[in-house]
């Protein structure tokens, strides 16, 4: 549904979604390495 969605709507949509998953991705790796100092 989304990905048919993204298509349609064109290019910056997908930016916003990369953009998006760049944060989760330093997110989560913020947390793993908060976690392997304790």
Do not use: A, C, Q
């Amino acid at each position: 549904m989304r990905n048919e969605m993204h298509l349609n709507s064109g290019i910056w949509p997908i930016n916003e979604e990369m953009k998006v998953m760049e944060v989760v991705y330093e997110n989560e790796v913020f947390i793993t390495k908060r976690s392997i100092r304790k």
